[in-house]
C-alpha cells in the first residue's frame, strides 16, 4: 500500500540553524504513528513541517495517494489564547470547514460539523461559549473541528496535555475509535505507557531519528527501557 505521507531525509530548522535532521519515514492507511521525544527535540517542528507551514532545510515531505492537505485535520496544542475563544460551539466546530477556500458555509458544511459534534457527544453544548467549558470539553470540540477538515489523516500535537486521567482516557478511546474506523493518526505525545498502547508505530526523535517501527519492536529496545 503506498504511503499517505512520505519523510525523505529531511532536515528542519529556523534561520539556517537545524533543530532536528536526518529524518525519514512513512505514513500509510490505517497507521497510528505517535511522535515522542524530550522537549525540544523537534516534534512540533516536523509535525508543522508535515502540514506545509514549515520548509524543510533540506530533503523533501511527499503527498501520496491523492491527499490534498485540506484533506488533513490537525488539532494543535492547547493555549491559554485558544481557551478564551468567544464563540459558540457550533462556531468554532463549523469553522474547520474554512480551509476548502469557500465564502459561505454550504448545507454539507452544516451537516458534517453537526455529525462531528455527534461523534465528539458534544450536540448538546452547541449553544454554549467555548470558553465558559471544561478543557476536556474545549478538546472535544476542537477534535470535532479538526474532523470537519480530516478526510484521511489527523493531527494531534499533546491532545491529553494538562487534561485529568479520567478525561486523558476517554479522549483516548475516541482517537482510537477514529483511527479503526480509517483515519490515519499522527500524534506527539509524552505519555509514553500510553503512547505504546494506543499507537500502531513509534518514531522517537532527538534531535534526529533515535527509532522508527512498529511499537512491538520499539519495545525491545533500549531508547524505550530508559
Not at 173 to 192: F, K, P
Not at 214 to 222: A, E, K, N
Amino acid at each position: 500500500m503506498a504511503a499517505l505521507i512520505t519523510c525523505e531525509n529531511v532536515s528542519l530548522g529556523y534561520e539556517g540553524k537545524t533543530v532536528v535532521s536526518n529524518i525519514h519515514f512513512a505514513v500509510g492507511q490505517g497507521d497510528y504513528l505517535c511522535i515522542v521525544g524530550e522537549n525540544g527535540s523537534g516534534k512540533s517542528t516536523l509535525m508543522r513541517a508535515m502540514l506545509g507551514l514549515q520548509k524543510p532545510l533540506q530533503g523533501k515531505i511527499c503527498l501520496g495517494e491523492g491527499l490534498k492537505r485540506s484533506e488533513i485535520g490537525y488539532l494543535p496544542q492547547r493555549s491559554a489564547h485558544q481557551a478564551d475563544f468567544p464563540a459558540s460551539v457550533s462556531e468554532v466546530v463549523l469553522s474547520g470547514c474554512l480551509n476548502r477556500k469557500r465564502l459561505f458555509y454550504t448545507k454539507e458544511d452544516r451537516r458534517q460539523a453537526l455529525q462531528n459534534m455527534e461523534r465528539m457527544e458534544i450536540v448538546d453544548l452547541a449553544k454554549r461559549c467555548f470558553r465558559e467549558l471544561s478543557g476536556g470539553q474545549q478538546q472535544r470540540v476542537l477534535l470535532a473541528r479538526a474532523l470537519c477538515s480530516a478526510k484521511k489523516v489527523l493531527f494531534l500535537d499533546e491532545p491529553t496535555a494538562g487534561l485529568d486521567s479520567k478525561v486523558t482516557a476517554e479522549l483516548y478511546e475516541v482517537i482510537q475509535d477514529l483511527h479503526q474506523n480509517g483515519l490515519a493518526v499522527i500524534m506527539i505525545s509524552h505519555d509514553l505507557p500510553s503512547v505504546v498502547k494506543e499507537a500502531t508505530h513509534i518514531l522517537h526523535i532527538d534531535r534526529e531519528p533515535l527509532f522508527w517501527g512498529t511499537v512491538q519492536d520499539y519495545l525491545r529496545t533500549d531508547i524505550y527501557h530508559k
